[in-house]
């Protein structure tokens, strides 16, 4: 709601916790039904005010969508082959201060909670994910190992040698002043510490300047792509020590293609996705645009690892 707009009487919407408890609720009883009563399951009805499917912001129906294709709290295509391969090589243990870029809803920070018996703090620069993310996470019992904080990643400014290991997916590609981020995170790490990121990039020069130049004004967000050597040489300049640059757009895209393929067998077995089927449909669209991009050898995905030099006094 933009300032300075009152809403009518009558007209007020419940309080976030309230409208996420209900429709966490219902997604729950809508996909782990407790027995076969011979009725279909109920869903979460959709919020009244969330209007047209669109991949615009984060009403409740897009964030029920995204978990419906991507699993608990994900609102990006990361499965959790895929995150063991990001974070297994960091070595992350409870002694580790974990911080992610990008929370989102907290899904993959819980899950390396969990897997790593870690504490992780997730940065997230949308309000409504954030609040959401952190709801979940109290809802799952991890509010003690999982914490969030705001953020805006075109000024960002965690606290200096805050965190040991930083990882993010998927969540710099839209920063327009990607030296100043990715000098924060630099001064966010203590010495030794560990980045590590996968995200859309360029990989030499554009072969359709005309086909990026409309992916980029179809997107929810206005991406800022960086070539992967010319991010590699801003890392190193920063005072990186930068080891990986491995170029995953195969592996990525086969894991959008797996997400949609398996809704659609679940669908196809009878799983009701009621209202939500528009708002799929409307998500499946951002992401065809994004595989079609990765066909024409213009969207690349790659995974990047650097490292903090240890401090010689």
Not at 89 to 100: C, F, R, Y
Not at 169 to 181: C, N
Request: glycine share 8%.
């Amino acid at each position: 709601m933009s300032a300075g707009r009152k809403v009518a009487d009558g007209d007020a919407k419940p309080p976030l916790k309230a409208r996420l408890r209900a429709w966490w609720d219902g997604y729950e009883l809508a996909v782990e039904p407790e027995g076969d009563t011979g009725e279909p399951a109920p869903s979460a009805a959709p919020p009244r005010d969330d209007g047209p499917p669109t991949v615009k912001g984060w009403s409740l129906s897009r964030q029920q969508s995204v978990v419906t294709l991507f699993g608990e709290g994900m609102v990006r295509c990361i499965p959790d082959d895929a995150k063991s391969r990001l974070t297994k090589p960091l070595g992350i243990n409870k002694k580790l201060s974990v911080a992610e870029l990008g929370a989102g809803l907290g899904g993959f920070a819980r899950w390396v909670a969990h897997e790593y018996d870690a504490y992780v703090t997730g940065y997230e620069p949308d309000a409504v994910l954030m609040e959401a993310g952190a709801e979940m996470t109290k809802m799952a019992g991890q509010a003690r190992h999982v914490s969030f904080l705001p953020c805006d990643f075109e000024k960002f400014t965690p606290k200096p040698r805050s965190a040991d290991i930083v990882y993010a997916s998927e969540a710099l590609f839209h920063v327009r002043h990607k030296p100043e981020t990715f000098r924060a995170i630099y001064d966010m790490l203590r010495p030794s510490g560990q980045f590590m990121m996968s995200d859309y990039m360029l990989e030499g020069k554009v072969k359709d300047a005309t086909a990026l130049k409309d992916w980029q004004q179809a997107e929810p967000l206005p991406p800022h792509l960086m070539e992967v050597q010319e991010a590699r040489k801003l890392l190193t300049a920063i005072g990186f020590e930068v080891s990986i640059a491995e170029n995953i757009t195969a592996e990525y895209k086969a894991n959008v293609m797996r997400a949609f393929a398996d809704y659609a067998t679940r669908t196809g077995n009878g799983e009701k996705s009621g209202h939500l089927h528009d708002w799929i449909l409307k998500e499946g669209e951002l992401w065809l645009n994004r595989t079609r991009m990765m066909d024409a050898g213009i969207l690349q995905v790659f995974r990047i690892y650097a490292r903090k030099p240890v401090e010689i006094t």
